[in-house]
């Protein structure tokens, strides 16, 4: 018969009499903490892919959707995002990755080509004040105690043949202030901030030509068009973001 040496009698008595929840919770130590992913947006993240992006990243992950529809980078419009509640709770999350995808509604014709009036307190035109304002969002966020990366995505394209006839025109030209104008400059920001990481959706989403019948209108995209954004986000996640252990 082998007797167990008095210290690792004492241990294990000890946790005896602690109880199974001792042992549980010794166990759990172990276990590491899911990384914490922010996803900002509009409708396209608000309705869209997050709970999609978290069942593809399993337990390791929690991904939850801080977006708001209409939202936009510039201010003046009907839903500048840092001043939603989204955002707001979305500081207070503590990530340690954020997503940001916004651009679509900036590159309305109304906003960008200056078609209607804006309350804003930024001395310049749109595409001046969108550069900013998305430097500040990324400078905000790196800011948080939790120093999340970010990465900065292009959205995803416009068809506006999908559209109604009425809005065709209209999402025309939305289209192509976002691939002329817009979308250039989220590869500048992208570059100049610091711990910001470029994922080119919209390059992926128009590989082979794209499809409108990924989406439902030609601006917000169905449930095919979002499995195929989340691989490109899954991708990236796996690919781009380097974290210390726990």
Request: aromatic share 8%; proline share 7%; with cysteine.
């Amino acid at each position: 018969m082998h007797l167990l040496p008095p210290f690792l009698f004492l241990i294990f008595a000890a946790l005896l009499l602690a109880g199974p929840s001792a042992l549980a919770s010794t166990a759990e130590d172990d276990t590491p903490s899911p990384r914490r992913l922010a996803c900002a947006g509009d409708s396209n993240t608000n309705k869209g892919y997050p709970a999609m992006l978290q069942s593809m990243l399993g337990d390791g992950w929690t991904a939850d959707a801080y977006a708001a529809g209409a939202a936009t980078v510039i201010d003046g419009t009907l839903r500048p995002y840092r001043r939603t509640d989204e955002y707001r709770s979305l500081l207070a999350s503590s990530p340690n990755v954020v997503i940001v995808m916004l651009g679509t509604n900036d590159a309305r014709p109304l906003y960008w080509d200056e078609l209607g009036e804006r309350d804003t307190g930024f001395e310049g035109n749109p595409s001046q004040e969108f550069r900013h304002g998305y430097l500040e969002l990324i400078r905000e966020l790196r800011g948080l105690d939790s120093g999340p990366e970010v990465l900065v995505t292009t959205p995803p394209p416009i068809y506006p043949e999908k559209a109604a006839e009425k809005r065709r025109e209209d999402l025309a030209r939305r289209r192509d202030n976002l691939v002329g104008q817009v979308i250039p400059l989220i590869r500048e920001v992208a570059a100049e901030a610091e711990g910001a990481t470029l994922v080119d959706v919209h390059g992926h989403m128009s590989a082979s030509g794209g499809s409108a019948d990924l989406t439902h209108d030609g601006v917000h995209y169905n449930g095919a068009g979002y499995r195929k954004m989340c691989g490109v986000f899954e991708a990236a996640l796996i690919a781009d973001i380097e974290f210390p252990d726990n």
